[in-house]
């Protein structure tokens, strides 16, 4: 009974699984192969909450990766990367939105080749009546968690664990002998 | 048959649904999910092992999803990463950035993405992919110049 109804519910969702989603959106493109713009509504949601059913208080805190419950078929979009070009992932500009309705803009990935499916970039979300914000807080609170790496430069070049295991293992990561052998060779 | 249609696709996305994990044992290279899906650097020979180190570094601990990458090009969304830490930004994630592994956990697969919660790191190679030799460092400027 389950597998049949699975496949019911398989065969409607293909069509709905290529809908269009790019209507209203102003999403600013990067340039990349895959983007797709895509405005949508939906829930925001703990991810392994929703596949495993362990569900602790507010989508993990920040510990866990956030995903986007679609309203408009219940696809779970996976929020990747938020709008800031600065390595910088989606969770801390989704975790205020815990639970919550909201409709994002944004780029969507989709590179069957490579198995991109479902993978967003949030640029803006907002919630229902309220207004646009921008998805560009992680170097804000980065900065207020890091109060004893203020300095030049981008948050990155500063960060104490990112600078501890370069320091360890090099910018390769194969060792500081090799890093030094290959820095001589990158700049000479 | 709209209001059927959003029932029935709602109804895929409950937990209880997707609850049947499966246990797998797996090989492959923890990588930064976002440059290898995005081709935002390059392609996605580009975005792996040794050349990309110091970027997977700096995409993990901003909390951008880690994957799994294995040999046949299957790629696994890590949710976790054992027992005492997470996968968004934890520091098992950045000291296994770019490591060849082999990984025991459950297996969950939902709208095109294959994710799995390790349970435990069977092991831990090492940086066995050397892309630096293919492709110096990526992004180029990951390593910066000796000042003068």
Same mark, same amino acid.
């Given at each position: 009974?389950?597998?049949?109804?699975?496949?019911? !519910?398989?065969?409607? /969702?293909?069509?709905?699984?290529?809908?269009?989603?790019? +209507?209203?959106?102003? /999403?600013?493109?990067?340039?990349?192969?895959?983007?797709?713009?895509?405005?949508?509504?939906?829930?925001?949601?703990?991810?392994?909450?929703?596949?495993?059913?362990?569900?602790? &208080?507010?989508?993990?805190?920040? &510990?866990?990766?956030?995903?986007?419950?679609?309203?408009?078929?219940?696809?779970? *979009?996976?929020?990747?990367?938020?709008?800031?070009? /600065? =390595?910088?992932?989606?969770?801390?500009?989704?975790?205020?939105?815990?639970?919550? @309705?909201?409709?994002?803009?944004?780029?969507?990935?989709?590179?069957?080749?490579?198995?991109?499916?479902?993978?967003?970039?949030?640029?803006?979300?907002?919630?229902?009546?309220?207004?646009? @914000?921008?998805?560009?807080? =992680?170097?804000?609170?980065?900065?207020?968690?890091?109060?004893?790496?203020?300095?030049?430069?981008?948050?990155?070049?500063?960060?104490?664990?990112?600078?501890?295991? !370069? &320091?360890?293992?090099?910018?390769?990561?194969?060792?500081? +002998?090799?890093?030094?052998?290959?820095?001589? %060779?990158?700049?000479? | 048959?709209?209001?059927?249609?959003?029932?029935?696709?709602?109804?895929?996305?409950?937990?209880?649904?997707?609850?049947?994990? +499966?246990?797998?044992?797996?090989?492959?290279?923890?990588?930064?999910?976002?440059? %290898?899906?995005?081709?935002?650097?390059?392609?996605?020979?580009?975005?792996?092992?040794?050349?990309?180190?110091?970027?997977?570094?700096?995409?993990?601990? @901003?909390?951008?999803?880690?994957?799994?990458?294995?040999?046949?090009?299957? *790629?696994?969304? *890590?949710?976790?990463?054992?027992?005492?830490?997470?996968?968004?930004?934890?520091?098992?994630?950045?000291?296994?950035? @770019?490591?060849?592994?082999?990984?025991?956990?459950? =297996?969950?697969?939902?709208?095109?993405?294959?994710? !799995?919660?390790?349970?435990?790191?069977?092991?831990?190679?090492?940086?066995?992919?050397?892309?630096? +030799?293919? %492709?110096?460092?990526?992004?180029?400027?990951?390593?910066?110049?000796?000042?003068?």
């Amino acid at each position: 009974m389950i597998s049949r109804l699975a496949t019911a !519910i398989a065969l409607i /969702a293909a069509p709905l699984a290529a809908q269009d989603f790019s +209507e209203g959106s102003e /999403a600013r493109s990067w340039n990349l192969y895959a983007e797709v713009p895509a405005t949508f509504e939906a829930r925001v949601v703990d991810v392994m909450c929703e596949l495993t059913g362990d569900c602790p &208080e507010n989508c993990g805190g920040g &510990e866990r990766q956030l995903g986007l419950l679609r309203a408009a078929d219940g696809v779970l *979009v996976m929020a990747t990367k938020n709008n800031q070009p /600065a =390595f910088t992932g989606a969770v801390v500009d989704l975790l205020p939105y815990c639970g919550l @309705s909201v409709t994002v803009d944004g780029l969507m990935i989709d590179d069957p080749e490579i198995g991109a499916r479902n993978i967003y970039l949030v640029q803006r979300v907002k919630t229902d009546g309220g207004d646009w @914000s921008k998805a560009s807080q =992680f170097t804000k609170v980065w900065a207020r968690e890091n109060p004893n790496a203020k300095g030049k430069g981008p948050w990155f070049r500063r960060d104490p664990r990112i600078l501890a295991e !370069i &320091e360890k293992h090099g910018y390769l990561g194969l060792g500081l +002998e090799i890093d030094r052998e290959f820095k001589e %060779y990158l700049f000479e | 048959m709209k209001r059927l249609l959003a029932t029935l696709a709602a109804l895929t996305a409950l937990p209880a649904w997707a609850s049947e994990g +499966e246990r797998i044992t797996v090989t492959g290279e923890i990588i930064d999910t976002w440059c %290898y899906y995005s081709g935002v650097m390059g392609g996605p020979d580009a975005v792996v092992g040794s050349a990309h180190h110091t970027c997977a570094l700096w995409c993990s601990a @901003s909390g951008i999803p880690i994957g799994l990458l294995t040999e046949d090009g299957t *790629v696994y969304t *890590v949710l976790n990463l054992g027992p005492q830490d997470n996968a968004t930004g934890g520091d098992t994630a950045l000291t296994l950035a @770019s490591h060849t592994v082999t990984a025991e956990g459950m =297996f969950y697969a939902r709208d095109g993405i294959n994710y !799995i919660v390790v349970e435990r790191v069977v092991s831990d190679m090492g940086i066995t992919n050397l892309s630096h +030799e293919d %492709y110096d460092v990526v992004p180029s400027f990951a390593i910066p110049e000796p000042k003068e």
